[in-house]
């Protein structure tokens, strides 16, 4: 399957232009200027939405954490934080999206949507089997075993 980037260098599109037209399309956010992108978790997190950008997929952000409201109740929010414990051992990844694969053989020429997990780290980052990492590790597990594509990025 051809990618974005394939197509644009094949009819002389620049990456500039390429990148100026997913942010028009608002796929692609504006990199800042001050950040350092190979210095930073920040960083690894935009060249890592950008690249999914670039092969036509999407890649967005997910918050997750909890806060108790002004009635008093806690509200937890982002996936795999149904509950304390349930976050606890399986903690969803900071980037949650969708790659487009193309199918062969009894599909030929289909497009099907690969559900796309990536756990983002500083550069330089090393897993520790911390029991974060441990409960980041069990998501991309699930993730891959059920024929998605989930991945730690540094």
């Known amino acids: 399957m051809s990618t974005l980037s394939d197509w644009a260098s094949r009819h002389n599109i620049s990456p500039a232009a390429m990148v100026d037209l997913l942010r028009t399309l608002c796929v692609a956010s ?3 200027p001050s950040l350092k992108t190979a210095e930073t978790e920040q960083g690894v997190q935009q060249r890592e939405r950008l690249t999914a950008s670039l092969k036509g997929g999407r890649l967005w952000r997910n918050n997750s954490g ?3 409201d002004d009635r008093g109740v ?3 929010y982002g996936l795999c934080n149904d509950s304390k414990a349930i976050n606890a051992h399986c903690k969803s990844s900071d980037l949650i999206g969708i790659m487009p694969v193309e199918i062969t053989e009894q599909m030929v020429g289909d497009v099907i949507g690969q ?3 990536r756990e983002v780290k500083k550069p330089g980052w090393k897993y520790r089997g911390t029991p974060r990492e441990v409960a980041q590790a069990h998501f991309i597990t699930l993730i891959n075993h059920l024929g998605g594509d989930g991945r730690f990025v540094s």
Request: charged residues 25%; aromatic residues 24%.
């Open 74 to 76: 806690w509200v937890r």
């Open 30 to 32: 504006e990199p800042d």
């Open 66 to 68: 909890a806060y108790c």
């Open 115 to 117: 559900f796309t997990a």
